[in-house]
C-alpha cells in the first residue's frame, strides 16, 4: 500500500518561507519513477484546492496562478520525497497543506488524485 507522509509545517509570518516534504513510501523505484505527485491545500470553510504537480520521471511542473513565483516544487529522486518550497508567504496561504499521487499529469483536481497523506498544517501570521 502506497503511503505519502508530509512534514515541514507551522507558524510562520507573513513574508517568511518554509519547506514541506513529502517522503513518497514506494520501495520500487521503478514504480515511483511514474508517479506524479501532487500539493494541496485546504483553509478552514473552503475546498481543497490544488496548488502544484510534478511528474516524478521528467520533473514537469504545473502551479495555480495564485502561487506562481512564490512556490516552487521540486523532487529527490534518491531519497523519493518531493518538496514544496513557499516563499513570500500570506495569510491567504494557511491551511492543512497534502500530498497526493495523481493517475496522469497535469491536472490539479482533487478528484483525480488516489492516494493521499495525513497532511501538515501551515499557519500564516503575526
Known amino acids: 500500500q502506497l503511503q505519502l507522509v508530509e512534514s515541514g509545517g507551522g507558524l510562520v509570518q507573513p513574508g517568511g518561507s518554509v519547506r514541506l516534504s513529502c517522503a513518497v513510501s514506494?520501495?520500487?523505484?521503478?514504480?515511483?519513477?511514474?508517479?506524479?505527485i501532487g500539493w494541496f491545500r485546504q483553509a478552514p470553510g473552503k475546498e481543497r484546492e490544488g496548488v502544484s504537480c510534478?511528474?516524478?520521471?521528467?520533473?514537469?511542473?504545473v502551479y495555480a496562478d495564485s502561487v506562481k513565483g512564490r512556490f516552487t516544487i521540486s523532487r529527490d529522486n534518491a531519497q523519493k520525497t518531493v518538496y514544496l518550497q513557499m516563499n513570500s508567504l500570506e495569510p491567504e496561504d494557511t491551511g492543512v497543506y497534502y500530498c497526493?499521487?495523481?493517475?496522469?499529469?497535469?491536472?490539479?483536481?482533487?478528484?483525480?488524485?488516489?492516494?493521499w497523506g495525513q497532511g501538515t498544517q501551515v499557519t500564516v501570521s503575526s
Open positions: 514506494e520501495s520500487r523505484l521503478l514504480y515511483y519513477m511514474t508517479y506524479n
Open positions: 510534478i511528474k516524478i520521471s521528467s520533473g514537469a511542473v
Open positions: 497526493a499521487r495523481a493517475r496522469e499529469f497535469g491536472t490539479l483536481r482533487a478528484s483525480e488524485y488516489d492516494y
